[in-house]
């Protein structure tokens, strides 16, 4: 049973770059076969997409974000991260990592979501 | 503004069934079989419970159902218990651009 654990710090001033990290447990996500993306919700509202990265190391942004995200994989081999920069008080929300089998259309494991604040 | 939209708002007795709509338009929910739904608890992650429109998810309850009309699709929870007391959000694949779009959210309270 995989699972996946966001991380990061909770708290990051305006103009700054938020920076989290998920960590997969139950399975290596350089084996392929799954996509990995963050998706965050706003306080309130509903959920937005991020990006995602495949094992390979291809990734693909949502474009109203695209200028201001990276995704890569990480260090270790079952991490991967999210840097957005340039981040203003809109981009406080629950950041999730999740996973989508690759040739499936839907997320079929999430994290339990980490909370961002942007405030100075 | 979310890009599907759902009701804010849902309830029901226990037993009874209720329907949670999502709308989106001939470029997403309209034109892919390719509509989600998500039950969330407070301080959890989503949890799928209905893909591709209609497909449940090994170990989900026969009670969750999915169907689509047009431009809307809809998750139908028959036999309602306390425990399905949640938010649900739907989801659809979109072709190009964002990918994949999001409802609201429409949060259920079993009465």
């Known amino acids: 049973q995989v699972q996946l654990q966001e991380s990061g710090p909770g708290l990051v001033k305006p103009s700054q770059t938020l920076s989290l990290t998920c960590t997969v447990s139950?399975?290596?996500?350089?084996?392929?076969?799954?996509?990995w993306s963050w998706i965050r919700q706003h306080p309130g509202k509903g959920l937005e997409w991020i990006a995602y990265i495949y094992s390979s190391g291809s990734t693909y942004y949502n474009p109203s974000l695209k200028s201001r995200v990276a995704i890569s994989l990480g260090t270790s081999q079952n991490q991967f991260s999210l840097k957005l920069s340039s981040v203003t008080a809109a981009d406080t929300a629950i950041y999730y990592c999740?996973?989508?089998?690759?040739?499936?259309?839907?997320?079929?494991?999430w994290g339990r979501g980490t909370l961002v604040t942007v405030s100075s | 503004q979310s890009a599907l939209t759902q009701p804010a708002s849902v309830s029901g007795s226990p037993g009874q069934s209720i329907t949670i709509s999502c709308t989106g338009t001939s470029g997403d929910v309209g034109d892919y079989n390719y509509v989600s739904w998500y039950q969330k608890y407070p301080g959890q992650g989503p949890k799928l419970i209905i893909y591709?429109?209609?497909i449940r998810p090994s170990g989900i309850s026969n009670r969750f159902s999915g169907s689509k009309s047009g431009n809307t699709a809809s998750l139908t929870i028959s036999g309602l218990q306390a425990e399905d007391e949640a938010d649900y959000y739907c989801s659809s694949y979109s072709g190009g651009g964002t990918l994949w779009l999001f409802g609201g959210g429409s949060k259920l309270t079993v009465l």
């Open positions: 139950g399975g290596s996500i350089t084996t392929g076969g799954y996509h």
């Open positions: 999740a996973r989508r089998p690759l040739a499936a259309y839907y997320f079929d494991s």
């Open positions: 591709d429109v209609s």
